[in-house]
């Protein structure tokens, strides 16, 4: 199968086959004929695969780690348990930090509430966003 058919089965855009290729997750073979690359089966189910990882938080670079080891024989749920650890860890603190910001966010629009919004002049653009770093230690 080509590009396309390959996309529509795996549920992708024909440019996600593309790059993966490019990127040696799919290493079709090629049509001695014309030389147009020819998909099997088997990358419809590496594709899916790839899918399904990528949902789960996984980088193309841990994709590329475990499909070697799978292609190389080696069993690679070990690696993908840890890998799935430290995406655990990484979203916790990525979902810290996003609280973090949403609270100053939420302070900040109270402050900006009360404060007038005079014409920007020399002195500034905006004194809304001039004003964060004066405010910065009552804000985080």
């Known amino acids: 199968m080509h590009v396309n058919e390959l996309a529509k089965l ?6 996600v086959v593309r790059y993966y290729t490019q990127i040696q997750l799919l290493r079709p073979s090629r049509d ?14 590496r594709l899916i695969f ?13 994709i590329i780690s475990i499909l070697a080891n799978a292609d190389a024989g080696v069993a690679p749920c070990q690696e993908v348990r840890e890998l799935i650890r430290i995406r ?23 402050l900006w509430d009360e404060m007038p919004d005079p014409p920007p002049g020399h002195d500034g653009l905006c004194h809304l ?9 009552e804000l985080t």
């Not at 399904?52 to 938080?57: D, E, N, Q, V, Y």
């Not at 966003?129 to 910065?136: A, N, Q, W």
Request: aromatic share 6%; net charge negative.
């Open 10 to 15: 795996a549920g992708v855009e024909a440019h």
């Open 32 to 45: 001695p004929g014309n030389h147009y690359r020819e998909y099997s089966s088997t990358d419809v189910q």
């Open 50 to 62: 790839i899918r399904r990882a990528r949902t789960l938080g996984f980088s193309l670079r841990d």
């Open 88 to 110: 655990s860890r990484e979203n916790r603190a990525r979902l810290e930090d996003l609280r973090k910001l949403q609270n100053r966010v939420e302070e900040t629009v109270a």
């Open 129 to 137: 966003i001039e004003s964060v770093s004066e405010f910065e230690s």
